[in-house]
């Protein structure tokens, strides 16, 4: 699938001020919505995780095999070994959202200052840049991920989040660098570099502002795919060994055989939780991309 | 034609860039780790039980594998075997070399993802193009949007495990791993292409249907901004009729921005598809990286992402010199402005 936003829409786009970028969203439902239903991951996620204490994480600290129960510990089931569905849940949606929130802020700030870069001044920096874009574009980036962490056995969930992120910049800054080609050749852009504008000034002042939504857009792209790639990092053994995320805990599942023993459980519990993060995650997408192309939003 | 051989050049150092770099991490990144790249065989004696005269074994695979010298000339030695297509040999199956164990690899991967990226890519795209073209003429057909978007939006190796629990659990229609019955020859028999194509309906049920809902999406929407056009006017106002303008006009217009897509999405078909080979245990590059994780066979990790990378660039390429030709609006110098 090519998971990428088309983002060739250069239609001319209004100046976008904060106060309004705030009040569309805020009445856009689909961004609401999956907001809410992030936030609320996240939060009672870290309310249930800090209610049971980290004891709770240990192996045998209930009856093994058990299935989906009425309260406590035991209110999703327990795996072969003991430990609680519920407690590795409460510490995999904050990693998970963790290795999002790290690759797509590392991808989008690097991509979107090598894009600006590119497209603004052009020349032989844009000509380096674009073959460097052009190259990380073409690698299946997963294979490369593959390697490294087979190398680095053993890593964090931020190293690997830093990792996942290191390969995510292309994307935002071919899209970034196509935007910043088409806006520079508007007149407001024309008459700020007349009245004697730096370059970093038009790139701040000018550029910016209308980028930002549209980067908001991209940043959940980016989130998106990095806890998908993490996921499959996981699923394939190569994540974190120490940390739970929600891929960790499919892997585990999976490599104790959940499936045949139908405990269904044990690898659809977090399937769901990936499924509903994913969904949430799409919402707040579209309703940036809303904000970003006002022509989408007569359309919806 | 100046701008054409530019373009060309252009490409060439974007191809011939991406393998470099390519080699060149595949070669340094076994050897940032802090210790002895070694110490995977170490490990695997260890974990065998057998630690006697494990010095001198080591001692003897450093030269036999030039680790005694210096990165440089390492390096140089490494490119010089490459070139040759010499990948080295497997740690975990010693006697098999790399290239052996790919090439009993590649036929089920390249099958499989021939296969399914074909009914994909049809049915996708003949679907999405009906829906696109009726529009809010049948609400039928418009029902499978939503079902689309959900398809895309999951990620590959989900729809796998619930399938995979579904039908080969649940309702045991189907054999639920591997390629074919353990224990059959492979042959050329009616009987033995039929185990085959049972073992690889699961796998390739979930990967069509993922991709589906992202060429049902894409045809969907160019069919929808084609109908707009200036031709399609002209068409109806000839009064040509309606399956002709829809097949000769709007589908066949669309057909080209989206095998466009096709050929840029081939990195991401193949990496989803070594996660869903690794679920089956379907016997393929996925797999086969899968159990060189487990057994820390690092030349056959390098060996199959080299492959595979080299594979990805080579069609790159082949397609960016290609699109021009097929499709005269898109100009040689166009992908610089990109």
Known sequence: MAGAIPFDELAPRPIVEAHTVGHILSTNRKFVVGSVIFVGLLLSALAIGRALGPEALRTGIVPAKQGVGTAGLLLLGSTTLGQSILAQLTQAIPNSMMVGLVAATIGTLVGGLLGLLSGYFGGKVDAVLRVLIDVFLAVPSLLFLILIAAVLRGLGVPAIAAIIGAFAWAWPARAVRAQVLSLKERPFVQVGMLSGLSGIEIVWGELMPLLLPWLGANFINAFISAVLTESGLSILGLGSQRDMTLGQMIFWALNYGALLQNMWWWWFIPVLTLIVLFLALYLVHLGLDEVANPRLRTQA | ?338
Not at chain 2, 24 to 48: C, E, H, N, S
Not at chain 2, 255 to 277: N, R, W
Request: hydrophobic share 55%.
């Open chain 2, 1 to 338: 034609m100046a701008t054409f051989w530019r373009y060309v050049l252009e490409r060439l150092i974007i191809c011939v860039a991406t393998v470099a770099i390519s080699v060149t991490v595949v070669f340094f990144a076994p050897r940032m780790v802090p210790g002895d790249p070694l110490g995977a065989i170490t490990i695997k004696l260890a974990q065998m039980g057998g630690n006697r005269g494990a010095d001198a074994l080591i001692a003897a695979y450093k030269i036999r594998f030039g680790l005694d010298k210096s990165m440089g000339e390492q390096y140089v030695a490494y490119l010089r075997q490459l070139a040759q297509g010499d990948l080295g040999y497997s740690i975990s199956s010693f006697p098999s070399t790399v290239g052996d164990l790919l090439a009993q690899a590649i036929p089920w991967t390249i099958g499989l993802m021939l296969v399914t990226t074909l009914i994909s890519w049809t049915l996708g795209s003949i679907l999405g193009g009906l829906v696109g073209w009726t529009g809010a003429r049948s609400p039928a057909l418009q029902a499978l949007v939503p079902v689309a978007l959900v398809l895309y939006t999951i990620p590959y190796y989900i729809l796998a495990i619930v399938l995979s629990f579904l039908l080969a659990y649940v309702f045991p229609l189907l054999p639920r791993t591997g390629a074919f019955t353990l224990g059959t020859q492979p042959t050329l028999t009616l009987g033995f292409a039929l185990d085959v194509a049972q073992h690889a309906a699961l796998p390739a049920l979930s990967i069509v249907l993922v991709s589906l809902g992202w060429w049902f999406l894409s045809m969907r929407s160019l069919v929808v901004s084609i109908k707009g056009e200036d031709f399609m006017t002209w068409a109806e106002a000839k009064g040509l009729p309606r399956p002709r303008i829809f097949w000769g006009y709007a589908f066949r217009n669309a057909l080209l921005p989206q095998a466009t897509g096709l050929a840029l999405s081939l990195g991401h078909i193949i990496g989803g598809q070594l996660v869903t080979e690794t679920i089956f245990g379907y016997p393929g590059l996925g797999y086969l990286i899968f159990n060189s994780i487990k057994s820390l066979d690092f030349p056959v990790i390098q060996g199959s992402i080299l492959l595979i990378i080299l594979s990805v660039a080579i069609i790159n390429f082949v397609m960016d010199l290609v699109y021009p030709l097929i499709d005269p609006r898109i100009r040689y110098g166009a992908a610089g402005r990109a």
